[in-house]
């Protein structure tokens, strides 16, 4: 018997259709994976912004603050407070990268678990010198949602020492 030089027809086209599902699998959690790690990368940085934005802030009428009788110090802290978070949830709502879908900071984690202060002293109103960290939470919802609701839960991190200034 001898061996035929025709060529086998249809070969290529068997081998595509078993290979191509595996390959487009794998395309499809590399896209994922890349838009995952892009999204943790922009809540990072908007954690890192608003960590920042906190260590620097300066309250605008700090001689005003003292001016109420009626508050005390933990009074003055919780007023000071206040204008730093606001200030830290416009930065990092600025900062936030187009595939993080919110539409306000609260969405990111409620305000007691988003912003902590770990106080050097307890006598300063301002909390100059203290540690304060940033921490933001964010569920991405996996492979755009064509499969159901799976997802995957970020949380990001970031300390800063505020800074001293703007009495």
């Known amino acids: 018997m001898g061996r035929s030089d025709r060529p ?14 595996l390959a487009l699998a794998l395309i499809v959690v590399l896209i994922e994976l890349g838009v995952v ?4 990368i922009a809540l990072t940085n908007s954690a890192r912004e608003g960590a920042r934005a906190g260590a620097i802030y300066r309250y605008p009428t700090p001689a005003a ?24 949830d416009a930065a990092i709502m600025e900062t936030l990268g187009p595939l993080i879908r919110v539409s306000n ?42 499969f159901g609701s799976q997802s995957v839960r970020l949380r990001a991190q970031s300390e800063m020492k505020i800074e001293p200034g703007g009495r």
């Open 37 to 40: 790690f892009s999204v943790y």
């Open 105 to 146: 900071v609260d969405e990111l984690g409620p305000p007691a678990q988003r912003y902590r202060y770990e106080a050097t002293q307890d006598t300063d109103v301002f909390r100059y010198g203290s540690t304060l960290t940033v921490t933001l939470e964010y569920t991405h919802p996996l492979f755009f949602r064509l």
């Open 8 to 21: 086998v027809r249809g070969q290529s086209l068997v081998e595509f259709a078993l290979i191509a599902p």
């Open 65 to 88: 603050l003292f001016t109420t009788p009626t508050c005390n110090a933990a009074c003055h802290r919780a007023t000071v407070d206040a204008a730093r978070q606001a200030a830290m």
